[in-house]
């Protein structure tokens, strides 16, 4: 495939994704949670699966894999190549840490690394690492983890590497092959293939199993380092030579740019490049429209017969901006919380720049959810899966999804 992607204005982004293999850039991506979980499987094994039904259904090449074709729950159609071959974007197998100290000398203040704590430890993962590769297998509190990246999505979603506690360890890569301009993944042990945004298996033996999303979030660096100071970074010794740092996907997410090989449903209700917080609870799906913050921004919602906070603040820039990611724009951080604590819904409010007070104890909150000043501090809010993500992405993969306004 050697289509360059353009703009509305006609400016062409600087790297083919053909070019980008050639050269050792990942511009396969998506992203979002694995939040099929709360949807419900929609996992069905089609009838018409003979060999010149895939044949005819399927647009991407079989060859090499070991796939069971015959199983999957979404048309084989909407599957197409994102240009480059399997693990042509190679994932991260062995990853290795740094300090916080040490991550200072190569990270700026407000570049955007993938924040994820699990059973007390917390590693933050840049995204000027994560957008050449997309995928890292890890472990992380003592548990298997799996960080992804969508750049074409703008999706980072961490989930557990198992369908069961106990159970098999999947490892997972890029296959190559986009769905709705979504990262489709596979894993080693049965090459299944999965939706990076909802985490189902939609082609395989294990097609209809979801993997357990966990929260992810996109902070600046300064935020991550305040809120989890005896953290560790992923390192750049990742065994391959990119250009960490630098942004393969200039301008991609100008707002009146259209999204690269995305084939799927439209929903006009946005436009396509906006950016969203993604949330599912139950059965519903929620769409909460992002503008670059001022100042802190703070949501009180219902969804699912949840009481949930979404908190915006300042200090992260774009990924998918300027050509060195940390020169780019300042889009803002968020962080989503079940905000109900000790039985007490709290509603929380924009204090100053970068802070909120909750109304019910005058208790002083960060983005990142903990108190740090008042009656409650030292308490975390519970951390909520979820996903920033572009509008087109989120439109196709919940059609149904309700768009929260402030008079909602």
Same mark, same amino acid.
């Given at each position: ?7 509305? =204005? ?6 083919? #994704? ?22 419900? $499987? ?34 084989? $159609? ?83 590497? #198992? ?34 945004? =909802? ?35 992923? $390192?750049? /010794? ?68 949840? /009481? ?40 929380? =409010? ?12 005058? $208790? ?14 030292? #308490? ?29």
């Amino acid at each position: 495939m050697n289509r360059v992607p353009h703009n509305t =204005t006609g400016h062409p982004y600087r790297l083919t #994704r053909r070019r980008v293999l050639a050269g050792g850039v990942a511009l396969a991506g998506v992203g979002a949670v694995g939040l099929a979980a709360n949807r419900g $499987s929609t996992s069905a094994v089609l009838a018409d699966a003979t060999p010149e039904a895939l044949d005819r259904d399927l647009n991407v090449s079989t060859t090499g894999w070991k796939t069971d074709f015959s199983k999957h729950s979404v048309n084989l $159609s909407e599957i197409r190549s994102g240009g480059v071959p399997r693990d042509g974007i190679p994932p991260i197998d062995a990853p290795a840490y740094v300090s916080i100290a040490e991550a200072n000398a190569w990270i700026a203040a407000e570049e955007p690394v993938v924040a994820v704590a699990r059973n007390g430890q917390a590693r933050a993962y840049p995204i000027q690492i994560l957008i050449w590769h997309e995928i890292v297998n890890d472990v992380l509190g003592g548990e298997p983890t799996l960080v992804t990246f969508c750049p074409l999505c703008n999706t980072a979603i961490a989930f557990d590497r #198992r369908l069961t506690p106990g159970g098999t360890v999947y490892d997972f890569g890029t296959t190559g092959n986009l769905r709705f301009s979504d990262l489709v993944m596979w894993d080693r042990q049965t090459e299944s293939w999965w939706q990076q945004l =909802t985490g189902e298996a939609i082609v395989g033996e294990l097609t209809g199993s979801v993997l357990t999303a966990y929260p992810a979030q996109i902070l600046g660096w300064s935020a991550f380092t305040e809120a989890y100071p005896t953290g560790d970074v992923l $390192s750049r /010794e990742t065994g391959h030579s990119r250009s960490y740092g630098q942004n393969p996907y200039v301008g991609y997410d100008d707002i009146n740019s259209t999204p690269f090989l995305f084939d799927g449903p439209n929903d006009g209700r946005l436009r396509p490049m906006e950016r969203v917080v993604g949330l599912t609870v139950g059965t519903e799906a929620v769409a909460y429209p992002l503008v670059a913050p001022d100042g802190a921004l703070a949501i009180n919602d219902g969804i699912g017969g949840m /009481e949930i906070a979404i908190l915006h603040v300042p200090g992260a820039r774009s990924a998918l901006d300027q050509s060195v990611i940390a020169e780019s724009r300042d889009i803002g951080q968020v962080g989503v919380f079940d905000r109900v604590l000790d039985g007490q819904v709290l509603t929380l =409010t924009a204090e100053g720049a970068d802070r909120f007070v909750d109304q019910e104890t005058g $208790s002083i909150w960060t983005v990142t959810g903990q108190a740090i000043d008042g009656t409650l501090a030292g #308490r975390q809010l519970p951390p909520l899966a979820h996903v920033v993500v572009f509008w087109f992405a989120w439109g196709a993969a919940y059609p149904q999804t309700r768009i929260w306004t402030p008079s909602s």
